[in-house]
């Protein structure tokens, strides 16, 4: 598994448990308000970690920790994420998996071998194929499309926790969308704060929503 980061603990990424964090390196979106372009863009990628180093570690230290939280980057491209979680379960640890959803077929696994724990997946717009084409940076196909959708379903009838979240822009998202999106989700819908300091695409139109109209989502 390409391992481009890692957190030796964190109290915010696994709410609630104290965890350590992965971060894999690859993804099939281009997403211009994504924040960690370093591990999207090939010509940001840095050195990858020896991923038997992070697992010693996490045997040294799994009586401090909680669980592993897997992100990226999209962790799904990783032909090497079974095995990998395989491992951290076997530490007694638990595992929160943050995904794009385009890959059913691995979550799928992951779920059917009670590897997961908590899912986080991100929903960049309302589910309408053109508007998602066009937050992703314009790579979407129906396949891909589809394969959400496919996702979303196999959260939902998950017997684990999980919560859906969207990163609100304003020229982006109109508030409509917002609360489409909560209705949709309910009570396992999230948003979060777009932060213009780093993206992936400098270029990108959009900004913060203000505070108030931020809290307007909640």
Known sequence: MKIAGFKKQSLIDFPGHISAVVFTQGCNFRCGFC????LVLPSKFGP????????????KFSHLLDAVCITGGEPTLQPGLP???RQVKRLGLKV???TNGTHPQMLGALLVENLLDFIA???KHVLDFDFY???VGNILNRQLFENIIRSVGLIEDSKIGYTFRTTVIKGVHQPEHIRQLRKRFGNHYKVQPFNPEVVLDPDMKGEPFSETEFHSFL
């Open 35 to 38: 924040h960690n372009p370093d």
């Open 48 to 59: 990858l970690y020896d991923q038997e180093a992070v697992y010693s570690y996490l045997i």
């Open 83 to 85: 095995a990998f979680v």
């Open 96 to 98: 929160k998996l943050d």
């Open 121 to 123: 997946m991100d929903i």
């Open 133 to 135: 084409n066009a937050t």
